[in-house]
T-cell receptor, first 115, second 108 residues
Framework: GAVVSQHPSWVICKSGTSVKIECRSL??????MFWYRQFPKQSLMLMATSNEGSKATYEQGVEKDKFLINHASLTLSTLTVTSAHPEDSSFYIC???????????FGSGTRLTVV | GQNIDQPTEMTATEGAIVQINCTYQ??????LFWYQQHAGEAPTFLSYNVLDGLEEKGRFSSFLSRSKGYSYLLLKELQMKDSASYLC?????????FGKGTRLSVIA
């Protein structure tokens, strides 16, 4: 089946630094990838939709200059949390839509802790 | 935005049957997904309903009524490992809109 590889699984960084999270679709081409954030005991909140070769579409309230998304190829999308602060600590999950199956495959998630 | 409503928590006994309901706004609706999520892990796919009716897959079944904006996930012969959050997600355009999840606790 379709697999999305997400790295790193967890990361601890100092406040003010930047962190890059990668998602790769391993056996299918993902023209569209979605980035979600999930706080403890809460649901997944869509942050942005990224389309290969074009600018990402951000949800209301999500700072595009803080959460930089790059989708330069059909198999790779990256989310960079710039100048991270403790309130950015969360579980970040990517999801790719497989156009052949119309299914959504999730990455394994990245737990970010900013200290 | 679209509102997806599901109960926050449910408790059921091992071996029993539990039904988790989900309601959504029908405007622009394409299909409905159910995911299981264990703490600290990414969601895993359970079912996808586009047409009205019940779809059975082993111990899990999912039902959809498009006209009523209603779905449920039915879990039979509950096992302790079924303790998890169950997320209802509706597809309107492309991205999924998730409900807040139902935390199911299976007790002996």
């Amino acid at each position: 089946g379709a697999v999305v590889s997400q790295h790193p699984s967890w990361v601890i960084c100092k406040s003010g630094t930047s962190v890059k999270i990668e998602c790769r679709s391993l056996d299918f081409q993902a023209t569209t990838m979605f980035w979600y954030r999930q706080f403890p005991k809460q649901s997944l909140m869509l942050m942005a939709t990224s389309n290969e070769g074009s600018k990402a579409t951000y949800e209301q309230g999500v700072e595009k200059d803080k959460f930089l998304i790059n989708h330069a190829s059909l198999t790779l999308s990256t989310l960079t949390v710039t100048s991270a602060h403790p309130e950015d600590s969360s579980f970040y999950i990517c999801s790719a839509r497989d156009q052949d199956t119309d299914g959504y495959t999730f990455g394994s998630g990245t737990r970010l802790t900013v200290v | 935005g679209q509102n997806i409503d599901q109960p926050t928590e449910m408790t059921a006994t091992e071996g029993a049957i539990v039904q988790i309901n989900c309601t959504y706004q029908t405007s622009g609706f394409n299909g409905l997904f159910w995911y299981q999520q264990h703490a600290g892990e990414a969601p895993t796919f359970l079912s996808y309903n586009v047409l009205d009716g019940l779809e059975e897959k082993g111990r899990f079944s999912s039902f959809l009524s498009r006209s009523k904006g209603y779905s449920y996930l039915l879990l039979k012969e509950l096992q302790m490992k079924d303790s998890a959050s169950y997320l209802c997600a509706a597809q309107f355009v492309t991205p999924l809109v998730f409900g807040k999840g139902t935390r199911l606790s299976v007790i002996a």
